[in-house]
């Protein structure tokens, strides 16, 4: 397995992925895309972020975090963990598996954000993330430590709304306008604008 960052790719830093054939884009342990390529895995990342598709849009949604994002390489030996093999015979292994079993036991191990198909329960895009919209799923409940501070920055004056596209505007009585981008390194930060 190869790891670059989204960044790195961008700005075409990346060496060689031949060989590599499904790539994962990720915030830590929070999988966001597991997608495959039968040609070189970069373009095929490049085309997500020209499109733009859902991936390519939730990166531009969160920007400049998401240049941090990893994005993992895999070869389909890499897959071997995650592909769950039969057998005919109880001492006998079956070990032949496709991009297309490869990709999809990562799915069923990862259950990314936006991979809708062979995965029944994709996690929940974290609020404080751009691009609930892309999910079709509402925000996942904040956290304990991200409701203290939505509670700070309530007592401070400030209000947020979303729009019909999934954006989020944070106002404040004195006229100030930030848009949740502007936000994001407070809240991270646990400090009030």
């Not at 259950?111 to 993330?129: C, E, G, I, M, W």
Request: proline letters at 8%; hydrophobic letters at 35%.
């Amino acid at each position: 397995m190869v790891t670059t960052t989204v960044h790195a790719i961008l700005h075409k830093q990346m060496d060689s992925t031949l060989g590599h054939l499904i790539y994962v884009v990720r915030d830590g342990p929070l999988a966001f895309y597991v997608g495959q390529s039968r040609r070189d895995v970069v373009a095929r990342f490049w085309e997500h972020v020209q499109k733009p598709s859902r991936l390519g849009e939730l990166i531009e949604l969160n920007r400049p975090q998401s240049r941090d994002w990893a994005v993992d390489f895999y070869t389909l030996a890499d897959c071997r963990p995650f592909v769950a093999q039969k057998s005919l015979f109880a001492m006998q292994a079956w070990e032949q598996f496709d991009m297309d079993m490869a990709e999809q036991s990562l799915i069923a191990a990862l259950h990314p954000v936006l991979n809708r198909d062979f995965n029944p329960q994709p996690t929940a895009l974290p609020s404080h993330y751009q691009g609930h919209h892309l999910t079709g799923q509402p925000p996942s409940a904040p956290g304990p430590g991200e409701r203290i501070w939505l509670n700070r920055m309530s007592l401070a004056g400030w209000v947020y709304a979303t729009d019909s596209h999934g954006r989020t505007t944070w106002q404040h009585p004195d006229g100030r306008t930030l848009t949740d981008q502007q936000i994001t390194p407070y809240r991270q930060q646990n400090r009030i604008p």
